[in-house]
């Protein structure tokens, strides 16, 4: 069965400090993943996708990025974190590269910027 | 205005009470998402739907793709349902969900 990891699963880093989020597949090969963000009171925020190993959408411009290294491995970045970077990061994964396909969820990341 | 609407923003109701979750969105569709947040914040798909009626256990969704709205139901509420439940749409072209901002959900004993 397929599973999908995320970590850390919480963090908290001073405004400025740089990011890396960690996500990882297993049990499918080639999925489409994504990187949500979920701030305070908001609803879900695609941050980038991606369906194939670099081939990263950025779909808010923003100080974060994304890298896809391995067919099952999304890891979101950032140089300098700001206030605004916290929140609760989800990655995702699809079968198919469709809105119209279900999205299965990590557990998420906890992040706080201070 | 949002693209998509949610109804009500928060819903407390008694265990056993029949429960409505309403959404509503202004863009052309491919298919309508209902997901479950977990106080701990974890993310369940429970519907995926494009026309009509599903149902899953207590759970019944429902899509009206005319009128560009849709509902969750749950029968039968249990203190276990209570969570954020969340409507997402899916554009009719690429990969991009949009969110609604969810119904927090409290079922008491």
């Known amino acids: 069965s397929q599973t999908i990891h995320q970590w850390p699963a919480t963090l908290v880093q001073p405004v400025g400090s740089p990011l890396s989020l960690e996500c990882t597949v297993e049990?499918?090969?080639?999925?489409?993943l994504y990187w949500y963000r979920q701030a305070a009171g908001r609803g879900l925020q695609l941050l980038f996708y991606?369906?194939?190993?670099?081939?990263i959408s950025s779909e808010v411009p923003q100080n974060l990025s994304a890298s896809r290294p391995q067919d099952r491995q999304f890891i979101l970045s950032s140089k300098k974190l700001l206030l605004s970077d916290s929140g609760f990061y989800l990655c995702?994964?699809?079968?198919?590269?469709?809105?119209?396909?279900?999205?299965?969820f990590g557990p998420g990341t906890r992040l706080t910027v201070l | 205005k949002n693209e998509v609407e949610q109804s009500p923003q928060n819903l407390t109701a008694q265990e056993g009470e029949f429960i409505t979750i309403n959404c509503s969105y202004s863009v052309g569709i491919s298919a309508l998402h209902w997901l479950q947040q977990h106080p701990g914040g974890g993310i369940v798909s429970l519907f995926m739907?494009?026309?009509g009626k599903k149902k899953h256990g207590r759970l019944i969704a429902t899509i009206n793709i005319q009128e560009k709205h849709s509902s969750l139901h749950i029968t039968a509420s249990h203190p276990r349902d209570s969570a954020v439940y969340i409507c997402?749409?899916?554009?009719?072209?690429?990969?991009?969900?949009?969110f609604g901002e969810g119904t927090q959900l409290t079922v008491n004993p």
């Open positions: 049990g499918t090969s080639n999925p489409n």
């Open positions: 997402a749409v899916g554009e009719t072209s690429g990969s991009r969900l949009t």
């Open positions: 995702a994964w699809s079968v198919q590269p469709t809105s119209a396909d279900t999205q299965y």
């Open positions: 991606s369906v194939g190993i670099g081939q």
């Open positions: 739907l494009s026309s």
